[in-house]
């Protein structure tokens, strides 16, 4: 069997993953189209409204940063792309970090303006069949429906990032967290300004402008370390991925390794794996084990994209080859 690097299909389940995914993010663009046209007309003078307004615009680009991701990377592996364009994942979770923190720090400048200059915000009337209503009412109403469909997607993503390994899609997940939070924080806004707490709407901007900018410093800490080639971590960097351990784990248990390090490198959905083996005896293994050992660590876990086995005297110590180590090794 010959050595493929690269590889742009994804397993079944994933794959139909990623196509519920695709139609996800779809509805979403949708619904944010008809919200921010709602909260454009409504929003008045209001500093909450406007960060709302902000955040949902924000929150057009991770859905498209995925979309454009998704169709980069299924392109083959070429001479100059020999790793295939998995890391196109990584430049789109960065695109929509540096979005979400530039955005965020903005609103939060602009907010606390407002509310040191002690801005008293109007809301003035309109008239509804031919009524004079006050605009905070229909503020109201068109932030509180665009509450129940954000926490549904969410969820959903959330599902699919976990099963993807996608980043990207966690952090559109993050976002739409965000934007019922964010409707929340400006119906209490709004609300406070009818009770005459002018000072209301400014703090509501402003939570709502924290919320985003820390959801930006997250996503880009994230993606900037992943792109580093920092250790492969879970979906949501909680933890190092358990791929690593399974994958020494099997590699110690064939009869002619001794000891293994791995080192693993998040290509976006998939990892690149560098297995490093100490041979027992010093004994160098033949070209079948080699591939033997390679093909038992790919059926491990379908993000195993590609693995070099690399038979050395002794580890490197950033894969294992610490002092400590040794000496565990020599108490055997």
């Not at 929340?184 to 005459?196: E, F, P, R």
């Amino acid at each position: 069997m010959s050595a493929r690097f690269g590889r742009s299909e994804l397993p079944e389940p994933q794959a139909r993953a990623l196509r519920s995914a695709v139609r996800l993010e779809w509805a979403s663009l949708v619904f944010l189209a008809a919200a921010i046209t709602a909260v454009y007309l409504v929003m008045g003078s209001s500093q909450a409204m406007k960060a709302a307004w902000i955040e949902d615009l924000l929150s057009l680009a991770p859905p498209i940063a995925f979309l454009v991701a998704v169709r980069v990377v299924r392109r083959p592996p070429t001479r100059e792309h020999p790793y295939g364009f998995h890391r196109s994942v990584g430049v789109a979770h960065v695109v929509a970090g540096v979005a979400l923190f530039a955005m965020g720090m903005f609103l939060i400048i602009d907010s606390a303006t407002g509310l040191i200059g002690a801005e008293h915000p109007p809301i003035g009337t309109i008239v509804l069949f031919g009524e004079p209503v006050w605009l905070g009412w229909p503020m109201m109403v068109v932030m509180a429906l665009t509450i129940p469909l954000p926490i549904f997607l969410g969820r959903a993503k959330m599902r699919l990032a976990r099963q993807l390994h996608d980043k990207v899609l966690y952090a559109d997940a993050d976002m739409n967290k965000a934007d019922w939070m964010t409707a929340v924080g400006s119906i209490v806004g709004v609300a406070g300004i009818g009770l005459g707490f002018w000072w209301a709407d400014a703090v509501a901007a402003l939570f709502i402008a924290g919320s985003i900018m820390w959801d930006g410093v997250k996503n880009l800490r994230s993606a900037v370390t992943d792109l580093m080639d920092t250790r492969a971590t879970t979906f949501d960097d909680t933890e190092p991925h358990p791929v690593a351990k399974r994958v020494d784990e099997h590699l110690a248990e064939l009869p002619w390794v001794e000891r293994v390090g791995s080192r693993v490198r998040d290509q976006g959905h998939v990892f690149h794996i560098e297995a490093f083996t100490v041979p027992r005896n010093g004994r160098t293994p033949t070209l079948r084990q080699l591939v033997e050992a390679r093909d038992g660590c790919i059926a491990l876990d379908w993000k195993v994209e590609d693995i070099v086995i690399v038979p050395v005297e002794e580890l490197p110590e950033e894969v294992g080859g610490s002092d400590d180590d040794r000496q565990s090794e020599r108490n055997r």
